[in-house]
């Protein structure tokens, strides 16, 4: 939980907030990312199938075959996701998740406003990293970044994408990353064809009254 009476925590907090009462602005979406680590496994044994009156049997016993990291990209207002497995989870990886999402997801747009937890591949340099610095700038000029507070977690649009996906789609074990990926792309297709928005309801005014403990005292 945040400190009790932390400036930073509510500043980022409002800050994540306001951004989420803003219009539908196709010119300037509102996205949210996170990202979680995902371990691949197989089974030692082969799963018994299920037969009339016996439910499918499962070892308990597998194989480890590495880890990777799921990313999740959403635009809560349009009902809009992706999501890819990549190997790894470093700055370079993200870099290029941001130049997917900057030139392949919303060309067109203006810029993008992102929503995102403070992870410390969070961040412009991150494309410095992984660019020339021309390329860099250039994307990092259409970015709007805003973090959300240590701790705070909940106001990630994605994290509850992410929780949703890890129950709908990752409830059984996946032991390469291609087929995870397939998996991924199809979770995708069927919440995106769906439409399913995400309308946020908690304001800032809430918090000022129902979070007031968590302000400090002046």
């Known amino acids: 939980m945040p400190p009790h009476g932390s400036g930073e925590f509510v500043a980022r907090m409002e800050d994540v907030l306001d951004v989420y009462t803003r219009p539908y602005d196709p010119e300037v979406p509102v996205v949210c990312m996170d990202e979680k680590p995902y371990q691949l496994l197989a089974h030692a044994r082969d799963p018994v199938p299920a037969t009339p009156g ?35 989870r470093t700055m370079i990886d993200w870099a290029h998740e941001v130049e997917h999402l900057l030139t392949v997801d919303y060309p067109d747009a203006a810029r993008v406003v992102l929503v995102m937890d403070n992870l410390n591949t969070h961040t412009i340099g991150s494309l410095y990293e992984a660019f020339a610095p021309a390329k860099a700038r250039a994307l990092a000029q259409r970015l709007e970044i805003h973090h959300t507070p240590r701790h705070g977690s909940w106001l990630n649009i994605a994290e509850i994408e992410l929780s949703a996906l890890t129950r709908q789609c990752l409830n059984r074990r996946i032991d390469n990353l291609d087929t995870l990926n397939t998996e991924l792309t199809a979770w995708q297709t069927a919440v995106n064809t769906n439409q399913r928005q995400v309308n946020w309801h908690f304001t800032t005014t809430d918090a000022r009254t129902k979070l007031r403990h968590l302000y400090p005292e002046n």
């Open 54 to 88: 016996h439910d499918r049997r499962e070892d308990s016993e597998y194989v480890r075959h590495g880890t990777c990291s799921i990313f999740v990209w959403v635009q809560p207002l349009a009902g809009r996701r992706r999501v890819v497995a990549r190997p790894r």
